[in-house]
Nanobody, 123 residues
Framework: QVQLVESGGGLVQPGDSLRLSCAAS????????MGWFRQAPGKEREFVAD????????HYSDSVKGRFTISRVSNRNTVYLQMNSLKPEDTAVYYC????????????????WGQGTQVTVSS
């Protein structure tokens, strides 16, 4: 099993940018689709973005499309989420996850989550 650790969150103002990182250890990281999910207080965890093992295919939720970019470097153990033009509605705990398959152009997480990193967007 791959162990996942998120970092890079913080408190920012609307319109600012943040770059989140997900570091992996153990297992065979390069075999997995990697996804970012987020959960706001009182709400269900929702899909944000994913990236294929090769890095050649990405998907985004409609709410972040055009503002966020997911990336990974071949043969490296870290996945990134560049977040631009942040809005208060982006406030949530952000989690990364592994998966082995897609459903309706979204990664199906296999239950292997990191501990999460808090992103707060407030003026």
């Amino acid at each position: 099993q791959v162990q996942l650790v998120e970092s890079g969150g913080g408190l920012v103002q609307p319109g600012d940018s943040l770059r989140l990182s997900c570091a992996a250890s153990g297992g065979t990281f390069s075999r997995y689709v990697m996804g970012w999910f987020r959960q706001a207080p009182g709400k269900e965890r929702e899909f944000v973005a994913d990236i294929s093992p090769s890095g050649g295919v990405t998907h985004y939720s409609d709410s972040v499309k055009g503002r966020f970019t997911i990336s990974r470097v071949s043969n490296r153990n870290t996945v990134y989420l560049q977040m631009n033009s942040l809005k208060p509605e982006d406030t949530a705990v952000y989690y990364c996850a592994t998966g082995l398959r897609y459903s309706s152009s979204r990664v199906v997480p296999d239950g292997n989550w990191g501990q999460g990193t808090q992103v707060t967007v407030s003026s």
